[in-house]
Nanobody
Framework: QVQLVESGGGSVQAGESLRLSCVAS????????MAWYRQAPGLQRELVAG???????NYADSVKGRFTISRDNTKNTMYLQMNILKPEDTAVYSC?????????????WGQGTQVTVSS
């Protein structure tokens, strides 16, 4: 199993910043790609940003230029630096990890952390 623990969510004003962290704990799995997703009330979950094990990022158009995803493979930790936050960024942000056990790939999800941005 891979256990994911997110932290860093909270309530901020528009224009402020937050930094999310996701720590992946495992004894048996090889952590590959990692990603942040978010889900706002009444909307479908959407990809915010992803990062390969090599550190190559990709972003949703709505967050490009404002959010930065990074990871530390030595700590199995992923970060999301969120700047110039907007009310429309309000959502539950969840960590997703693709991990291998041998040749078999699995997806794991964290519990999520609430981000609320007020205008």
């Amino acid at each position: 199993q891979v256990q994911l623990v997110e932290s860093g969510g909270g309530s901020v004003q528009a224009g402020e910043s937050l930094r999310l962290s996701c720590v992946a704990s495992t004894d048996d799995f090889y952590i590959d790609a990692m990603a942040w997703y978010r889900q706002a009330p009444g909307l479908q979950r959407e990809l915010v940003a992803g990062i390969t094990r090599a550190g190559n990022p990709n972003y949703a158009d709505s967050v490009k230029g404002r959010f930065t995803i990074s990871r530390d493979n030595t700590k199995n930790t992923m970060y999301l630096q969120m700047n110039i936050l907007k009310p429309e960024d309000t959502a539950v942000y969840s960590c997703n990890v693709r991990a291998f056990w041998g040749d078999v790939v699995y997806d794991f999800w964290g519990q999520g952390t609430q981000v609320t941005v007020s205008s």
